[in-house]
């Protein structure tokens, strides 16, 4: 089956250093992707991540480790702004095995709220 | 930029009615994605096209058909409205890794 995991609320404080986990088990893997979701507006990319390891970009970073089948999305100098659902989501291969028509299956989110 | 647009950001609707949800996209992509969004739920994908005319079912297709006749376009359609399909309701377009969503509407079914 396909199960991706993700806590439902955080809570930090501005200024601040917050890591956001993902566990998943899919019956196909071709890469790991994290959006942010204001609220009422549509998620929009933050990062994506194939091969294991850290990829950083800005305050944002994701890391990946396929054989733990595990990432997370590491938040630095968290600003009020930040206050956001964010979304974790796995590409699996299609049918056919082309991997341009994989499909994403969304994690249902965390809520991240930024404290001043 | 990629712009993705859905064609109402609000709709209520009454049980039974069909409904037509539109969403165009201007970057020429040729994979598009509907799904809804509920709370506790997260995404939820209803179905999916890979080219025109082409279709496929995702995880939740009952009570929900689309349509892709243009490439630019792809349409979801729900025969005869249910209270359960009241939900908010997101296209995304995708060319190679990244997929853009549209700002989502949000239907209510009386």
């Known amino acids: 089956g396909q199960n991706i995991d993700q806590p439902t609320e955080m809570t930090a404080t501005e200024g601040a250093i917050v890591q956001i986990n993902c566990t998943y088990q899919t019956s196909g893997f071709n890469g790991l992707f994290w959006y942010q979701q204001h609220a009422g507006e549509a998620p929009t990319f933050l990062s994506y991540n194939v091969l294991d390891g850290l990829e950083e970009k800005g305050r944002f970073s994701s890391f990946l480790s396929r054989s733990k089948g595990y990432s997370y999305l590491l938040l630095k100098e968290l600003q009020m702004k930040d206050s956001a659902s964010y979304l974790c989501a796995v590409r699996d291969y299609a049918v056919d095995g082309s991997s341009n028509t994989g499909k994403l299956i969304f994690g249902q989110g965390t809520t991240l709220q930024v404290k001043p | 930029d990629v712009k993705v647009t859905q064609s109402s950001r609000y709709l209520v609707k009454r049980t039974g009615e069909k409904v037509f949800l539109e969403c165009v996209q201007d970057?020429?992509?040729?994979?598009m994605f509907w799904y809804r969004q509920d709370p506790g739920l997260g995404l939820r994908l209803i179905y999916f096209s890979y080219d025109v005319k082409m279709k496929e079912k995702g995880d939740i297709p009952e009570g929900y058909s689309v349509s892709r006749e243009k490439k630019e376009r792809f349409s979801l359609i729900l025969e005869s409205a249910s209270t359960n399909q009241t939900s908010m309701y997101l296209c995304a377009s995708r060319s190679g890794t990244q997929q853009f969503f549209g700002p989502g509407t949000r239907l209510t079914v009386l």
């Open positions: 970057m020429d992509h040729e994979n």
